[in-house]
């Protein structure tokens, strides 16, 4: 893997961990949060992980509480919704900012790696307007991320192969291609 690798994290049980523990496989980053409009992507994040693990698919979660406060709990907090509300078996890790200046390394290094996503939908259009209406900071600009839910495929040997807008589905054909072109490498 590449220095993606020696990058410190901690697993939201609190143990220390890189990700040159998942080395040799294809990993999809997605920074989560559970009070999201995007939540219900856990579902289908957890199904496509069922479907691709034996063939080397690691899904990563990161809860994040940079946009609009969507991700207000603890790691237990989030650990527990996360294992009754959207029972998901793929790892979990402790809450990190991923945007600003306290943005954690990892994402600093995911976004540097690719600062631009595969546009979904208007989902820009539709968060400038929900920030508007509620009174929050419009979305960030490109390279930033756009809000929860962004996706980030990482090949086998820690190159960042894509990156998905927030509002992309984990069952979408651009993602599905990307992912199995990357199970082949």
């Not at 901690?10 to 143990?15: D, K, L, P, R």
């Not at 979904?120 to 390279?143: D, I, V």
């Amino acid at each position: 893997m590449s220095t993606l690798a020696t990058i410190p994290l901690t697993t939201i049980s609190g143990s220390p961990a890189t990700l040159a523990d998942y080395a040799g496989h294809v990993l999809l980053i997605v920074n989560v949060a559970s009070k999201c409009g995007l939540t219900p992507q856990y579902t289908a994040l957890e199904s496509l992980y069922q479907t691709y693990k034996d063939r080397g698919l690691i899904v990563l979660g990161f809860p994040a509480n940079d946009f609009a406060g969507q991700e207000p709990g603890t790691d237990q907090e989030i650990a527990k919704f996360c294992s009754t509300d959207y029972p998901v078996t793929f790892p979990l890790f402790s809450k990190i900012p991923v945007t600003g200046p306290a943005k954690h390394p990892l994402y600093a290094a995911l976004i540097a790696a690719a600062p631009e996503h595969i546009p979904h939908g208007l989902w820009r259009e539709k968060l400038t307007s929900y920030s508007a209406k509620n009174g929050f900071p419009p979305p960030s600009a490109l390279p930033e991320l756009l809000w929860n839910f962004e996706k980030f495929l990482v090949g086998r040997d820690g190159t960042v192969l894509a990156r998905f807008a927030p509002d992309t589905p984990p069952d979408d054909p651009k993602i599905i291609a990307a992912l199995e072109q990357a199970l082949q490498n």
